[in-house]
């Protein structure tokens, strides 16, 4: 090859701007570069984006997979400057502006975002509590504990053991956050309205459902009103809430917290987390819990040209604190973040960095109970349960989900019925190599 | 206890009817106890009872697990006398009268209906061929065969060796019944119609789809003009039919058939059932292909308080060859054997032999033709289709599933797209000891 088109081929080759993630930061970084000259490579583990605020929905049998999960692909098809890889990024080399992928090539760059989202974290438990206490993070963490509460069930109604039969049908769910606050609050209906009618060996009066806060009062990031609320709503529900304790210790057959033990089948972990490795590799400073902390326009200390976005950066709020690890977040932050990137590309002046965004907050507590702090109002009761959904829903990608879970939702109003009780334990995939 | 105590609890305790396997089969006998003296136990390895006509619509990301199954629980709720139990039946002991259990213990009965159905049967190469030529007789079978057809995809997309890119995009189906049929047929579709939006670097035009049958026609139990009629449809679809050749050799990166190497990264094996191991331990003739010979009133020879039904059946039909293995078939025989126990332990006539059954012949073969020798009559075409579609619906268990699968389909009749395209790689559940 000449060096006159060495030169050429330098010239013509458009600037390459590599997204890795596809949840809510990372698809709204690569839509704003829509029309852009970069040519746009976005990774990801999984074929699919999640909603990840239904996913305990799914873990309690109310929702299937499909309705919560959109193909990336279908997202941005309509992007011919956009490629899409299912592949794993495993580190990022900096100085030679390439991330190393799980095949061990390489993939060139000149704009980097990460927006790897978060991981569950059993704050340095890891290795002995991940397996007994499931968290709440992918498709297949939610399939693995709709597994793991349908079989205890089933196994209790075969039990003539008194204990083993109580430990059947003990569920505890650890962090009274909003995901730990929906997922405790539909389990309970769960098993005091759905199962009655199936299982004619169970005394569900026996079954017990413990909600784990360590801190001072459930959903701190509300009102001190609202947590109150939350907790008296629980306990009419048949819950209990135990606040102020960490939990000390998990094995195969429960929890010990503030000291009690508490023989449980079923653990989930709604509580912790955590960046994922690929961050640790910028070589940039990390917070403790391992998130990247960036500037006031995203991109990494020293390296204008690496942004990092969503769960997976530590960004402070206008309160001081850092900022919640929302949906509406990540999309506000992956929104102005695509923005400056197109504005570069087009030599043209950067938007001003991102307004402190202040997102609704809104959760969702028992059947049809929710509170809601919105636009400075206070929301209680159904009506901020319908807000919840609503204001969701209309975020979720997709016509046909909307229409499928909506029907799914009026269902389960009226009767109770859960559609998707299934226990579909896993076959191994061999692949060709 | 005092003798008097044991006499009592003998003459209370109501006859024991243990049915293993929850299909299409094993319901119907269940439910014809209803209202029946007896203490029914229904034992099924899986919480669901399984559509399994549908099952190739789940492998092809039309439709989601949970709209084809139902907890066997919810389709028996009714029925106070009878108890579910979700566990792995071992081996039948009919000289003690008990079912040896997983867990070791027995389950005793005074009569037994074996309603296991059938398994993938790969002509002796099981362990060989079954982890590389994916079956489709159960839900995780489907849930492997959909991320396996996706991930190959995904892979074909970044692959830039065009050998490996061509074995990538390549499907066998081994099989030309019904299912065989009906699964390459609508793969077809999948590939040419919904990817090419989706995947901006495929030819699709490379892709293959090959459908392998080693007698000498398609859909053998049709007539021949029936068989012609689909492979015509099939080839107009773009799918190459190899008729006349069995597989000899399957492995990772493909197969061989009539001494053709066939390079492809998936492979799905549509053909040959076999009878499950636990019909094996009766002790009595089986067949070379697993299954139980049974008499007129489907009881085991020298063990009339015993009965095979369904699959798990060798039943000799009206025409002299064994009856299809077809859900009406079951459903059938289900319905008699529940009788006629009915009968015997109400002490009153047993009903006559079930006449000899004659079941629709339907099949789908490409989108939205079909084939139907139905009532002595011929139909092709969109109407064969619709009767496939309309007259399996019927049978279906639960609204909430008819409405969601009509509306998926609907959707696809509509825009070729898929709601269920879904890679969901399965995680570890760790259970309690």
């Not at 991940?130 to 963490?141: F, M, N, S, V, Y």
């Not at 990137?341 to 307004?355: D, F, G, N, T």
């Not at 029907?407 to 191994?428: D, I, K, M, Q």
Request: net charge positive; proline share 6%.
């Amino acid at each position: 090859m000449s060096a006159d088109n060495v030169t050429r081929a330098a010239k013509t080759s458009r600037p390459r701007v590599v997204v890795i993630g596809g949840g809510f930061a990372g698809i709204a970084v690569v839509r704003e570069l829509r029309g852009s000259d970069a040519e746009v490579t976005l990774v990801d583990r999984n074929n699919h984006h999640l909603f990840q605020p239904f996913l305990f929905q799914v873990a309690t049998s109310i929702l299937e997979p499909a309705e919560i999960a959109t193909p990336i692909r279908s997202l941005l098809k309509e992007m011919p400057n956009v490629r899409v890889e299912m592949r794993e990024a495993v580190r990022v080399d900096t100085s030679r502006r390439v991330v190393v992928m799980g095949e061990g090539d390489d993939l060139p760059y000149d704009v980097l975002v990460i927006a790897t989202g978060a991981q569950t974290s059993y704050f340095g438990h890891e290795s002995e509590w991940a397996r007994h206490a499931l968290g709440l993070k992918t498709l297949a963490d939610a399939v693995a504990a709709r597994n793991r509460l349908l079989t205890a069930f089933e196994r209790a109604e075969m039990e003539s053991d008194p204990g083993r039969q109580a430990r059947d049908m003990t569920v505890v769910v650890v962090g009274g956050g909003p995901t730990g606050v929906a997922i405790t609050g539909t389990i309970s209906e769960f098993v005091r309205r759905t199962l009655p009618a199936d299982f004619h060996n169970l005394d569900i009066r026996r079954s017990r459902i413990v909600l784990v806060e360590a801190g001072p009062r459930l959903l701190p990031a509300f009102s001190e009103r609202h947590s109150s609320y939350a907790t008296r709503a629980l306990e009419r529900a048949g819950i209990e809430v135990r606040l102020g304790f960490p939990v000390t210790n998990v094995d195969a057959a429960g929890v010990t917290v503030g000291g009690e033990r508490i023989e449980a089948a079923t653990v989930l972990w709604c509580t912790g987390v955590q960046g994922v490795p690929l961050a640790r590799t910028l070589g940039t400073h990390i917070t403790a819990d391992g998130k990247v902390e960036v500037g006031n326009d995203l991109s990494v200390h020293g390296h204008p040209e690496c942004f990092v976005v969503g769960d997976a950066a530590h960004v402070i709020g206008a309160d001081g604190r850092p900022v919640p690890g929302l949906a509406s977040v990540a999309q506000h932050q992956g929104r102005y973040v695509g923005r400056l990137i197109a504005a570069r590309l087009a030599s043209v002046a950067p938007p001003p960095p991102p307004e402190p965004y202040v997102p609704s907050k809104l959760a969702t507590i028992t059947r049809h109970v929710g509170i809601a702090e919105y636009r400075g109002r206070s929301i209680t009761g159904f009506p901020a349960w319908l807000m919840w959904g609503l204001l969701h829903l209309r975020t979720l990608a997709g016509g046909h989900s909307k229409v499928m879970i909506l029907a799914n939702w009026l269902r389960l109003l009226v009767t109770y019925r859960r559609s998707a009780r299934l226990v579909v334990e896993p076959r191994s995939t061999a692949e060709p190599g």
